[in-house]
């Protein structure tokens, strides 16, 4: 889900793609139509998060696109209980704690413009805190279970999400997408709904996590100092957790990032963490986690049935 700091949940979320006859209950009005699979939507930056507009049940608001959070979330200060939700009482775990009192609500579709979603869930949980720091209208959070059946171009230069809906193999069921070039490609594992890429910092090998919600970098704190002295401290901020909760965390900049000999990244704003809770929750032992600052330095395409993500060269910008 998404965190000041950045967080991820363990939510459970069944969605099917289908054709629908009614108005289905989520539109994205300013979502431009390329054809019958894909959809491109606009997206603004608010402190490193990449909020649409969109309107579900004759509101209005934003969401943050988020692949840390399996599931699709609605702000309960906006979507109150009522009989057709169902209160579980579940708990849902975030990277530093945890949040109680998450209730599930069934909806009948979302649309994203012509591509269509049938019969899907949505956890309610409040997202108050979010609104009061990040001053906007945030109506919830649009996760892993939304995104996964298609092909996603999250294009940071020209500040819009591409959208194509993909067939069971992770095809794009139109192969006139894209007008720019792949520049390169790297396999990725799927842990749950995360994903998981194989790196380095120095000549160390690393395991990261990718969040789109990540407003800044982590990197575990027990790391070796092989990896650690590639992080350079100049501060300490206060980032709230998924319960709203604040924590003082050391922040600098992380040298020496890269994918593969061709694939690497010029110093990213990072922030020092325990990892532990996140880790043990997935039954993964990740060095950290790359957000914001990822996809600020590369224009990425993610294919999650695939496993494989996708470069884009950034245009040559003249001054």
């Known amino acids: 889900m998404y965190r000041s700091i950045q967080l991820i949940f363990t939510l459970l979320i069944s969605v099917m793609l289908h054709a629908t006859e009614a108005k289905p209950p989520i539109t994205f009005s300013k979502a431009e139509i390329l054809n019958a699979s894909t ?39 906006h979507f109150k209980t009522t009989r057709k939700y169902f209160h579980k009482g579940n708990q849902r775990n975030g990277v530093h704690q945890s949040i109680d009192n998450v209730q599930e609500k069934h909806l009948e579709g979302l649309s994203i413009s012509e591509i269509n979603l049938k019969k899907l869930n949505a956890d309610i ?23 996964k059946d298609f092909e996603i171009f999250i294009d940071m230069h020209l500040r819009q999400i591409t959208l194509t809906k993909t067939d069971k193999h992770g095809e794009r069921l139109s192969k006139k997408v894209y007008a720019e070039t792949i520049a390169d490609s790297i396999d990725f594992k799927l842990k749950k709904h995360t994903i998981i890429l194989s790196a380095f910092v120095g000549e160390k090998a690393v395991r990261f996590g990718l969040d789109t919600a990540a407003e800044y970098n982590q990197l575990n704190e027990n790391s070796d100092s092989e990896i650690l002295e590639y992080f350079y401290p100049r501060e300490t901020l206060k980032l709230t957790g998924a319960s709203g909760k604040k924590k003082k965390v050391l922040a600098g900049k992380l040298f020496r990032v890269k994918l593969s000999d ?23 032992n990740l060095d950290g986690i790359l957000g914001f600052e990822f996809f600020s330095q590369k224009r990425t395409i993610i294919n999650y049935k695939k496993e494989k993500l996708y470069f884009i060269k950034s245009p040559i910008i003249k001054h």
């Open 125 to 147: 949980i409040d997202l108050s805190h979010i609104e009061k720091t990040k001053k906007m209208n945030l109506l919830g959070i649009i996760g892993y279970s939304i995104l």
């Open 262 to 284: 061709s694939i690497y990244f010029g110093p990213m704003k990072t922030v020092l963490t325990n990892l532990k809770q996140m880790n043990n929750v997935f039954g993964a």
């Open 39 to 77: 959809t491109r939507i606009p997206f603004k930056v608010v402190d490193q998060l990449i909020v649409v507009e969109a309107e579900l049940l004759d509101q209005i608001g934003n969401f943050i696109i988020d692949t840390g959070s399996e599931t699709l979330i609605l702000n309960s200060i």
